[in-house]
């Protein structure tokens, strides 16, 4: 992924949650399916309140979602 330093596990845990659309999360969270392709693409990094919103949707941690790498 490139364009942010934080990565996720949102598509896998879609797949792993009855494979959730992208319009069903989106819809969860309160955001456009564009908004949750861009997350999934790595386009840019979810405001914390989204960031908790996204895991309350998936029903893990955020922890769980989300992983951030320090920039060297």
């Given amino acids: 992924m490139s364009g942010t330093s934080i990565q ?3 598509r896998r845990l879609r797949f792993e949650r009855g494979e959730m659309t992208q319009q069903a999360l989106a819809d969860a969270c ?5 908004t ?5 693409a ?6 914390l309140e989204l960031g908790f919103r ?3 949707a998936l029903g ?3 922890e769980d979602v989300f992983q951030w790498s320090r920039s060297s």
């Fill in 30 to 34: 309160g955001v456009t399916r564009q």
């Fill in 42 to 47: 790595g386009r840019y990094a979810p405001s």
């Fill in 36 to 40: 949750i392709i861009a997350l999934e």
């Fill in 60 to 62: 893990v941690r955020i």
């Fill in 54 to 56: 996204i895991a309350d």
């Fill in 8 to 10: 996720n596990a949102i």
